[in-house]
């Protein structure tokens, strides 16, 4: 059965730093994809990053990136320069892909990110 | 654009009441979900709409009840519900249910019931 692990609950970073948000998945189908998002106080989930399981390179998108790691089936989001608007709840998730398909999100529990000025 | 918008942002409904959630996009997505989130937990999936049909129903009880009038719109009916239904619900879209198809999401309706 297809689960994402996010260890840790709770992180905090100081301004301009990066810091990485740890995932670890597990799934039989060889295709799949993995996404990030973001989810402030205010209660909107927003879509950060995308990896597709087949996907040679890491994904980056401006200040994020994604450490993907298929045969540690890992995929850690890399938040470069922190910025104060980063301190937010994170989730890491994916879809599979394959005949069982069905579109769901299967969501980690989420790591609370703090950025300390 | 990549909005998906939401309506009402928050609801208090008594046990007796009837509301309805409504979820609106306009980027010509073909599937669209409910998901049911509580404090700092991660959402869950409720329902599933593929090509405006009920395609998956995660054993959600009655008392809620997903209509889908056309492939922009998505509502949540709900009716009786008890107090542990309050929770924050969001709707969100995607083109379809690839893997490589991000979702995305409303900024939610925050429902208490007393």
């Known amino acids: 059965a297809q689960k994402i692990t996010q260890t840790q609950p709770g992180m905090f970073v100081q301004e301009k730093e990066a810091v990485t948000l740890d995932c670890t998945y597990d799934?039989?189908?060889?295709?799949?994809?993995l996404f990030w998002y973001k989810q402030p106080s205010s209660g909107e989930m927003i879509f950060l990053i995308y990896?597709?399981?087949?996907?040679?390179q890491n994904a980056t998108e401006g200040r994020y990136s994604l450490n993907f790691q298929k045969a540690r089936k890992s995929a850690n989001l890399v938040i470069s320069a922190s910025q104060l608007g980063d301190s937010a709840m994170y989730f890491c998730?994916?879809?599979?892909?394959?005949?069982?398909?069905?579109?769901?999100?299967?969501f980690g529990q989420g790591t609370t990110l703090q950025v300390k000025p | 654009d990549t909005e998906v918008t939401q309506t009402p942002k928050h609801l208090v409904m008594g046990m007796t009441n009837k509301k309805s959630l409504k979820c609106e996009q306009h980027?010509?997505?073909?599937?669209m979900y409910w998901y049911k989130q509580k404090a700092k937990k991660p959402p869950e999936l409720m329902f599933v709409?593929?090509?405006?049909?009920?395609?998956i129903n995660e054993s959600v009880p009655s008392r809620f009840s997903p209509e889908c009038p056309n492939s922009s719109l998505l509502n949540l009916h709900l009716h009786a519900l008890q107090p542990e239904d309050s929770a924050l619900y969001l709707c969100?879209?995607?083109?379809?249910?690839?893997?490589?198809?991000?979702?995305?999401f409303g900024p939610g309706t925050r429902l208490t019931v007393t």
């Open positions: 969100a879209s995607s083109r379809g249910h690839s893997s490589s198809y991000e979702q995305y």
């Open positions: 799934t039989s189908d060889p295709s799949y994809g």
């Open positions: 990896q597709g399981s087949y996907d040679q």
């Open positions: 998730a994916m879809r599979e892909g394959g005949s069982s398909n069905t579109g769901k999100l299967i």
């Open positions: 980027m010509g997505h073909r599937a």
């Open positions: 709409y593929s090509y405006e049909k009920l395609s």
